[in-house]
């Protein structure tokens, strides 16, 4: 089955302590992409991956850092969490940019 | 700053009748997407539009690039319908890549 795949869906973790949010897609897609989810203001984008080895930042990309390895992975990851950074993530992949998404089912980040 | 502005923000309507979302972006775009996100958080990719109209079962969502603005349509809506819509765009030219969205629409099919 085609897909995203997100780990963890949930995650409650202690300020400062580094920690990754993986994701993995099947389907041999160029593009990921890491988005963050807030009440009141919606999906932001806070890295893309056009390809292996390139990345670039989104709307929102401080105190995150991401690495584009291999073609499947694509993790996020926050050296050190803070609480402001508590919020569902998604993770996406599509050929090329001009094509449907595919999202994982996201993961729910509390930072205490 | 380019933007995207949908609306209406919450609707809530009964079972059966026609529903319309609009979107409206700020300068020219790419690609638009329409996204459903159900309760409980998945995201699913309904359509892409650069131009014209598409249909899949009940949803029809058409974009007029000259206006910028698209709208997402549903007949005969059915309480399983009830999800936020969010529309997203990915714009032309320079500058970040991906997609920059809507807030949502938050909608609600009663009985």
């Known amino acids: 089955e085609a897909q995203v795949t997100q780990n963890p869906r949930y995650l409650i973790t202690v300020t400062g302590k580094k920690l990754t949010v993986t994701c993995s897609q099947n389907m041999n897609h160029e593009y990921m992409s890491w988005y963050r989810q807030d009440p009141g203001l919606g999906l932001r984008q806070i890295y893309y991956s056009m390809n292996v080895e390139v990345t670039d930042k989104g709307d929102v990309p401080e105190g995150y850092k991401v690495s584009r390895k291999e073609k499947r992975n694509f993790p996020l990851i926050l050296e050190s969490p803070s609480p402001n950074q508590t919020s569902l993530y998604f993770c996406?992949?599509?050929?090329?940019?001009?094509?449907?998404?595919?999202f994982g089912s996201g993961t729910r980040l509390t930072v205490v | 700053k380019n933007e995207v502005e949908q609306s209406p923000q919450n609707l809530t309507a009964q079972e059966g009748e026609f529903i319309t979302i609009n979107c409206s972006y700020s300068?020219?775009?790419?690609?638009l997407h329409w996204l459903q996100q159900h309760p409980g958080g998945g995201i699913v990719s309904l359509f892409m539009?650069?131009?014209g109209k598409k249909k899949h079962g009940r949803l029809i969502a058409t974009i007029n690039i000259q206006e910028k603005h698209s709208s997402l349509h549903i007949t005969a809506s059915h309480p399983r319908d009830s999800a936020v819509y969010i529309c997203?765009?990915?714009?032309?030219?320079?500058?970040?890549?991906?997609?920059?969205f809507g807030k949502g629409t938050h909608l609600i099919i009663q009985p």
């Open positions: 996406a992949s599509s050929h090329r940019d001009n094509y449907g998404y595919t």
């Open positions: 300068v020219g775009i790419s690609a």
């Open positions: 539009l650069s131009s």
């Open positions: 997203a765009v990915r714009f032309s030219g320079g500058g970040a890549d991906g997609l920059t």
